[in-house]
């Protein structure tokens, strides 16, 4: 069973059309969630850190937010260079010090 | 930040063959990570690269099949070993940053097994 759950696993907006991707966890003892972003053809590229429920951290177009049980990924009015798999990954306290990733979500954002 | 550089950046092997990956960073790491990304999967550690030491395996890989070489603090790499079509993945290297937890990328190796 996933401790990481991202949904939805592909999402299709057309530009200028706001919304949410979603990363759950089950695990307990969060240490941090992180948010990736990948490009085809490259690796992950860091976005937020967030360390506790209610932090909020802010990029340009994207806004991501933590509760106890899930993050979510907000994009605000996407632009097609905003296309990519978002990926989320949670690190244990007291575990091991790597993160375990999600399966990501695909975005396309549509001129 | 650190900057990775991987290469070769895509093979096509025979089954049966090998394939080393390597990974250069340009700055002293005290880690370095090797992941397998299958599509459609989420991205899975293979092992932890510590330099002068045997590298750290996760669960369901073993070091038979993917020896890793760590023989400075800036450079490593994973090898691939008698392979087959379920090797075919992209693989990638990694390592932490400065202040802990976030990890940096290189752009991976995508292999396809014939």
């Known amino acids: 069973e996933d401790q990481v759950t991202q949904s939805p696993e592909a999402l299709r907006l057309q530009e200028g059309e706001s919304s949410s991707l979603n990363c759950s966890y089950t695990v307990s003892g969060l240490r941090g969630l992180f948010w990736y972003r990948q490009d085809p053809g490259k690796g992950p590229e860091f976005l937020f850190t967030?360390?506790?429920a209610g932090e909020e951290k802010e990029k340009e177009r994207l806004k991501a937010t933590l509760t106890k049980k899930e993050s979510f990924l907000h994009i605000t009015a996407p632009k097609p260079e905003d296309s990519a798999t978002y990926l989320c990954?949670?690190?244990?306290?007291?575990?091991?010090?790597?993160?375990?990733f999600g399966r990501g979500t695909s975005l396309i954002v549509h001129p | 930040s650190a900057v990775i550089s991987q290469k070769p950046s895509r093979d096509i092997c025979q089954r049966g063959t090998s394939l080393t990956i390597q990974c250069q960073v340009d700055?002293?790491?005290?880690?370095m990570f090797w992941y397998r990304q299958q599509p459609g999967q989420s991205l899975t550690l293979i092992a932890t690269a510590n330099q002068g030491s045997e590298a750290t395996y996760e669960s369901g890989f073993v070091i038979d099949k993917f020896p890793i070489s760590r023989p400075n603090l800036t450079f490593s790499t994973l090898t691939v070993s008698n392979m087959s079509p379920e090797d075919s993945s992209i693989y990638l290297c990694s390592v932490e940053g400065s202040g802990g937890n976030i990890q940096y990328f290189g752009a991976g190796t995508r292999l396809s097994v014939l």
């Open positions: 967030l360390y506790s």
């Open positions: 990954a949670v690190h244990l306290s007291g575990g091991s010090y790597i993160p375990t």
């Open positions: 700055s002293q790491v005290t880690m």
